[in-house]
């Protein structure tokens, strides 16, 4: 079984920062794509931005210069630096990953985390 957890979701004060984490566990062979997704209420979800794992990086255009994805390949994790956050950013943030399992290296399954929950507030 897989899991990805994320943490680090919370309320902020528009110009603020966060840094979102998530931590990929469980019977993982390999994992390739890793990214940050976002659903803000009544709109479908969008990607922000996503990094492979020789830790190429692409992000959407509306969190360019702002966010900042990294990955910790050793760790199974990735992260979302979040700075000057806009009242548009509010959003649940979920991260997916391609991940294969041992019993089938060759196959990879995109899984999703439960999501954390980013609210901006003045």
């Known amino acids: 079984q897989v899991q990805l957890v994320e943490s680090g979701g919370g309320l902020v004060r528009p110009g603020g920062s966060l840094r979102l984490s998530c931590l990929a566990s469980?019977?993982?062979?390999?994992?390739?794509?890793m990214g940050w997704y976002r659903q803000a209420p009544g709109k479908e979800r969008e990607l922000v931005a996503t990094?492979?794992?020789?830790?190429?990086?692409k992000y959407t255009d509306s969190v360019k210069g702002r966010f900042t994805i990294s990955r910790d390949n050793a760790k199974k994790t990735i992260y979302l630096q979040m700075n000057s956050l806009k009242p548009e950013d509010t959003a649940d943030y979920y991260c997916?990953?391609?991940?294969?399992?041992?019993?089938?290296?060759?196959?990879?399954?995109?899984?999703w985390g439960q999501g954390t929950q980013v609210t901006l507030s003045s």
């Open positions: 997916g990953a391609e991940i294969s399992t041992p019993t089938r290296p060759r196959v990879f399954n995109l899984y």
């Open positions: 469980g019977s993982i062979f390999r994992i390739n794509d």
């Open positions: 990094t492979t794992k020789d830790g190429s990086m």
